[in-house]
């Protein structure tokens, strides 16, 4: 049934992009802008109520690395605020460059976290059931995050 869908929609509307949970469609609009819909057409995990492709951790994690991942990631945010309110104040280009910079290297730093933790669980969970294919997904993890 999806594959008869995607097929139908393929014929149908160009340009389509297909991502994991769908199709995105994009539509030329009379201003001339773009609009795009995704469609959704199911996932891998069988929820039907997500449209992505959402998966849980099998060990959450504590109350107090959920708030030091937060407050980590607010800082962020307020770093990305400063540059944006720099750019509304027509600031100068270099000091605009340095909190770029500084945000990159919170956001690295944030990500290198999430590796870890998940190295430490969800790989070790995964090995322990017998499936090596996580080194595979962890190894192409490694290389989107560098």
């Known amino acids: 049934m999806i ?11 160009l340009p389509l992009t297909n991502t994991p949970y769908g199709y995105i469609i994009t539509k030329n609009t009379p201003a001339g802008y773009s609009a795009k819909q995704v469609i959704f057409l199911g996932n891998t995990n069988n ?14 994690r504590s109350d107090e690395a959920q708030r030091q991942l937060q407050s980590r990631l607010n800082r ?6 400063g ?19 500084a945000a990159e290297s919170a956001l690295k730093s944030f990500g290198y976290i999430i590796l870890q933790d ?3 669980s969800c ?21 989107k995050l560098k």
């Not at 039907?48 to 959450?60: D, Q």
């Not at 962020?76 to 605020?81: A, D, E, H, R, S």
């Open 47 to 60: 929820n039907e109520s997500c449209p992505c492709c959402c998966r849980h951790k099998a060990t959450p």
């Open 3 to 13: 594959k008869a869908v995607r097929n139908f929609l393929a014929a149908l509307i």
């Open 118 to 120: 998940h190295m430490h």
């Open 76 to 81: 962020i945010i307020g770093q990305l605020n």
């Open 83 to 101: 540059i944006k309110k720099m750019i509304e104040d027509n600031r100068y280009c270099g000091d605009i460059l340095i909190q770029t910079a």
């Open 123 to 143: 790989v070790v969970e995964e090995i322990r059931q017998g499936n090596s294919a996580v080194v595979d997904e962890t190894v192409e993890l490694i290389k």
